[in-house]
Structure formats: structure tokens, C-alpha cells
């Protein structure tokens, strides 16, 4: 089944304790990216991917690290979390993009972080 | 930065009834896609229309898109409770480098 799974799906932590979300997806994107979801501000985008070893940030990137060293994976990393990430991540993919049109994109379930 | 805006923020309507979402968006696009997601979870996909389409159906699912005017819309037909769900439209930001969702409309659907 063609999907994007997302680990953990639930995630209460503390300030500081490092931590991080991964992300798979098993129809050979190429594109993937992490947004995070707030009440009243919508879906902002943090990193994005175009391919393997090509990453870049979208409007929100403090605070978070990605990385794609393989095609399928794309964990998003939080060195030093605090309570402003409080958030509902979700975790993208869709297939090659060609400039300014994009493909329908396959979202994760979630992943439900709570920063104390 | 908000590419696309739905109107309304939220609605409220009657099992049977028609819904009707809208979108605005602010740069030239080739594409432009609606999405759903029900309570907490993730998105999925509803429908794209290219930019040289002026309507498109999927079942119960009508949209439309004037580039003119930069806008789209969705229509829902016949609503049913199972369509209680925030819909978002999204299209590439500016540079063309992401896809830009907006704040999403909310519609509930009672029985």
C-alpha cells in the first residue's frame, strides 16, 4: 500500500531533550517536506526536499533540522525543543516536480508533539 | 507566507445541502489543488485543475477555477455528516519551490 508512515505518532517531552520524527515513504518520491500545523495560523511549511542531499527551508525552519540521505526517509530533527513547537507535524511526499506545478502530495497521520 | 485564502473560515450546513468553499491565491499558478482532512489528521488529496481547465468533477466534488480573477472553488453536492472536515486549496508559492496551503475552511455538516 502506497503510503507515509510518520514515528512516533504521539510525543510529550521536555525543553531541551533532543528528539526526532521520522518519516518514510515507499513510492519513490522525490519530493518530501515537514509542515507543522497551529490553530488559527494553518499549515506552515519547515523544511522541504527536492531529492536526495537537496534540502532547503520553507517559512518556518528555526529551531528544526532535516536530513535525506536516502530517498525514502526524511526525519525531522529537533536539537533543543521548546515549548513554541508545541504542534501537530506532518510529514509530505509527491513525485517530481517540474518548476512552479506541483503533483498531488501523500501526508503522514501526524505526529503530535507536546514540549514541556 | 499564505498563498492561497478560503472563504469562509468556517460553515455550517444541513445533510442534503450544497457546500460551497472558495479560494483566492496571488501569483500566477499551473496547478491549484484542494485537500481535506478530517479532525487531527492528515491531509488528503480531493482534486487538481490545471490551469488551462476552467471546471472539473470527481463525484460528488465540482471545482472551478478562474485565473482571472485568481480564485477557485469548491463545490460539495449533496452533503453528507462523513463530509464534516477542514478543506484547504494550496498552490506553489512564488518562487515555485513549494506547495502553499491556506488556512482552510471548516465545514461541519449536520444530520
Known amino acids: 500500500e502506497a503510503q507515509v508512515t510518520q514515528n512516533p505518532r504521539y510525543l510529550i517531552t521536555v525543553t531541551g531533550k533532543k528528539l526526532t520524527v521520522t518519516c518514510s515513504q515507499n513510492?519513490?518520491?522525490?519530493?518530501m517536506s515537514w509542515y507543522r500545523q497551529d490553530p488559527g495560523l494553518g499549515l506552515r511549511q519547515i523544511y522541504y526536499?527536492?531529492?536526495?542531499?537537496?534540502?532547503d527551508k520553507g517559512d518556518v525552519p528555526e529551531g528544526y533540522k532535516v536530513s535525506r540521505k536516502e530517498k525514502r526517509n526524511f526525519p525531522l530533527i529537533l536539537e533543543s525543543p521548546s515549548p513554541n513547537q508545541t504542534s501537530l507535524y506532518f510529514c509530505?511526499?509527491?513525485?517530481?516536480?517540474?518548476?512552479?506545478?506541483?503533483?498531488?502530495?501523500?501526508f503522514g497521520p501526524g505526529t503530535r508533539l507536546t514540549v514541556l | 507566507s499564505q498563498q492561497g485564502e478560503e472563504d469562509p473560515q468556517a460553515l455550517s450546513i444541513q445533510e442534503g445541502e450544497n457546500a460551497t468553499m472558495n479560494c483566492s491565491y496571488k501569483?500566477?499558478?499551473?496547478?491549484l489543488q484542494w485537500y481535506r482532512q478530517n479532525s487531527g489528521r492528515g491531509l488528503v488529496h480531493l482534486i487538481l485543475?490545471?490551469?488551462?481547465?476552467r471546471e472539473k468533477h470527481s463525484g460528488r466534488l465540482r471545482v472551478t477555477l478562474d485565473t482571472s480573477k485568481k480564485s477557485s472553488s469548491l463545490l460539495i453536492t449533496a452533503s453528507r455528516a462523513a463530509d464534516t472536515a477542514s478543506y484547504f486549496c494550496?498552490?506553489?508559492?512564488?518562487?515555485?519551490?513549494?506547495?502553499?496551503f491556506g488556512k482552510g475552511t471548516t465545514l461541519s455538516v449536520s444530520s
Open positions: 526536499s527536492m531529492n536526495v542531499e537537496v534540502t
Open positions: 513510492m519513490n518520491h522525490e519530493y
Open positions: 509530505a511526499s509527491s513525485s517530481a516536480l517540474a518548476y512552479r506545478s506541483y503533483n498531488e502530495q501523500f
Open positions: 501569483t500566477s499558478i499551473n496547478n
Open positions: 485543475i490545471r490551469s488551462n481547465e
Open positions: 494550496a498552490t506553489a508559492n512564488q518562487a515555485g519551490t513549494a506547495l502553499i
